[in-house]
């Protein structure tokens, strides 16, 4: 009868089940030539009871002098492919996890160590889980991805596969996309600077006063402050150093992101290289409270409670919605100071250029996100 293991010899007649590149693949000697019949199926539990029958099917027309020569007959609709010992084998295709990692190291340099982090580990991490990571699956793929993850997340995913293959291809790697027509629509979402859910002055004081009076967060006092009345990205406040710190303006010139090894500080903002933010009295206020009288000038200005930079996700996670509960005020992303201080702005009728060059956004960002939002606070002027 048929060998179950992937390299025992076979006796005369009979037909081994081996696993090559993770396929499975029949092998048998037949009129002194060594045959192999590629199933084309990943090595699976119920994939090995489909060729246990097709071996037992070649091996009985051996016993019986049926065999068919041409092999068309053991063919099954997935396309076998044959090869003799007098036949060079054909090059096996390249599996996804395969390309996915040689793609990521070639688009490494050109990301930013974040976008590597949040997108292009997290993709690695799905095709890990996937039930298949042969090209010839792909169907299988797209809808283990709709089954298994968010719509929105999904659709990423199967974005990064797309363009990942489409790399392949230019290089070489492989001849097909598989992935090229594929598509999953998904509700667009809000990105974090359109949703706008801003907090009122009443709400904003109550915030920082419940900061102060905490037993566990009052460190993180400082830092709240900063973030309400500059209306900054976290990133940025969570990257600067006395030494970006004049008599008269704070210089936001670097920002804190997640790499591979954890929080690391990088050159440059979000949307631009550099931003000045004219110091005012409520922020004189701020940095002479927390102001070492000997400072380092590369010393951090907002830290952890351990000294090291502040961790967004553990931040919101543990202090920030720990205060909003306690204050009794409707959940929002600690995003939203960024979205409180220009919303405020608007209603007292500051020019949106001026905003936008405070905050690192265009006027047209402005008009457009924050016209409407404070209505309920606005009151039309008298006409009489």
């Known amino acids: 009868m048929f060998s179950r293991t992937p390299t025992g010899r076979a006796s005369k007649g009979s037909v081994s089940i081996i696993n090559t590149h993770d396929r499975l693949q029949l092998r048998f000697s037949y009129g002194g030539k060594r045959h192999y019949l590629t199933l084309g199926l990943p090595d699976t539990a119920a994939n090995r009871k489909l060729a246990e029958l097709k071996a037992a099917e070649i091996e009985k027309d051996i016993l019986y002098e049926r ?4 092999l068309e007959k053991y063919k099954s ?8 010992s007098t ?9 996804l996890d395969e390309l996915w990692a040689k793609y990521s190291e070639f688009k490494k340099p050109q990301i930013s160590p974040s976008t590597y982090v949040k997108d292009y580990i997290k993709c690695r991490n799905h095709i890990s889980r996937l039930p298949s990571r042969s090209l010839d699956e792909a169907l299988v793929i797209r809808d283990y991805l709709l089954e298994n993850l968010t719509l929105d997340a999904a659709k990423r995913c199967l974005n990064y596969l797309k363009a990942c293959c489409n790399w392949a291809v230019e290089d070489g790697l492989i001849e097909v996309n598989p992935f090229v027509s594929m598509k999953i629509k998904a509700p667009k979402g809000l990105g974090e600077d359109e949703d706008i859910n801003p907090f009122t002055k009443e709400e904003r004081d109550r915030i920082i006063h419940a900061f102060e009076t905490d037993r566990y967060f009052c460190h993180y006092t400082h830092y709240v402050r900063f973030l309400f009345f500059t209306g900054c990205r976290l990133s940025e406040a969570i990257a600067l150093r006395w030494k970006h710190i004049s008599s008269s303006v704070v210089k936001f010139r670097e920002s804190v992101v997640v790499s591979e090894d954890g929080l690391v500080q990088k050159e ?4 631009q290289r550099k931003r000045d933010f004219p110091i005012t009295p409520e922020l004189q206020a ?8 000997h400072n380092d000038p590369e010393a951090l200005i907002f830290t952890s409670p351990r000294g090291k930079f502040i961790d967004q996700h553990n931040f919101l996670n ?3 919605k720990a205060i909003l509960k306690k204050c009794g005020i409707e959940y929002r992303k600690s995003y939203q ?14 020019n949106s250029t001026a905003i936008g060059r405070w905050t690192g956004t265009s006027a047209k960002m402005i008009d457009k996100h924050y016209g409407a939002t404070n209505f309920t606070n606005l009151r039309p002027p008298d006409l009489s």
């Open 337 to 350: 100071t960024r979205h409180t201080f220009i919303s405020l702005c608007v209603e007292a009728v500051i």
């Open 318 to 320: 543990r202090a920030w």
């Open 77 to 84: 609709q997935s396309a076998l492919s044959t090869i003799t």
């Open 268 to 271: 440059g903002l979000k949307t």
């Open 87 to 95: 036949t060079p084998a054909t090059k096996a295709k390249p599996q």
């Open 286 to 293: 701020i940095l002479g409270a927390i102001k070492p009288a």
């Open 67 to 70: 065999f068919d020569l041409t």
